[in-house]
């Protein structure tokens, strides 16, 4: 008979895995709610080791933030290959993939968790909207964005955000539904500001101009074509 050895991590193992039992509990629950010896009894540990490996909690819950930027942040990545609507759909759909998954740490981070406030918090929080903005100059072959363009793609990552939140308390509207509008939205932004400006104008001619007649550009166009009706 084999008697199973239980294997002694490593310290960096160890840390990695209390990220991840965090992680999944604060997925399921507001950071604010999880305690310790939680963490310690999911990770089949006892909590003096916890804080071997992490001075506090507010210390483990920065380091899970931390891959949790990186994991959303890492969502809006896209090929930069087809429409350009049907590729800010891909992307609003692993956005909520995201929030779907760790809708109350989410919620936290956003409205006001135990590390919000501290410059390291921030700083995750700022570089995932950093990388979101650049990734959509990116979609749109620009290097340097112009104030009205930066204004636009600025305002819309903070309405997904905001929409995200406003989903999690209740899901009263079909997910699906605010993928499509929060790219309608964006189209809708872009529009609005071409109205004041002539270099925003060319932008949208040329955001339009391979988008199918079945992409989500269209399928704006053809619902505010009725409203008029």
Not at 49 to 58: A, E, R
Request: charged share 25%; glycine share 6%.
């Amino acid at each position: 008979m084999t008697i199973g050895v239980r294997r002694r991590m490593g310290v960096e193992e160890r840390r990695q895995q209390l990220i991840g039992v965090a992680l999944e509990l604060f997925s399921r629950r507001s950071p604010d709610e999880v305690s310790i010896d939680e963490i310690a009894s999911a990770a089949g540990i006892s909590r003096p080791l916890v804080y071997h490996y992490f001075p506090g909690k507010l210390s483990l819950y920065e380091a899970a933030l931390k891959r949790a930027s990186e994991d959303l942040a890492a969502r809006f990545t896209e090929p930069h290959e087809g429409p350009l609507g049907a590729r800010l759909l891909r992307v609003m759909r692993r956005f909520f993939d995201f929030v779907d998954e760790h809708g109350p740490g989410f919620a936290a981070l956003m409205r006001g968790g135990p590390a919000v406030g501290s410059s390291a918090t921030n700083a995750l929080i700022d570089s995932v909207r950093q990388v979101a903005y650049e990734q959509i100059l990116a979609h749109l072959d620009i290097t340097e964005a112009p104030a009205r363009l930066e204004l636009v793609i600025r305002s819309w990552i903070s309405l997904a955000e905001s929409t995200a939140l406003i989903w999690l308390d209740g899901r009263r509207i079909p997910r699906g539904e605010l993928e499509v509008q929060l790219v309608h939205d964006f189209a809708a932004l872009t529009a609005v500001s071409a109205a004041y400006d002539e270099e925003m104008t060319a932008l949208v001619k040329r955001m339009v101009q391979d988008e199918p007649t079945d992409g989500p550009f269209a399928d704006l166009a053809a619902r505010l074509i009725a409203l008029a009706g």
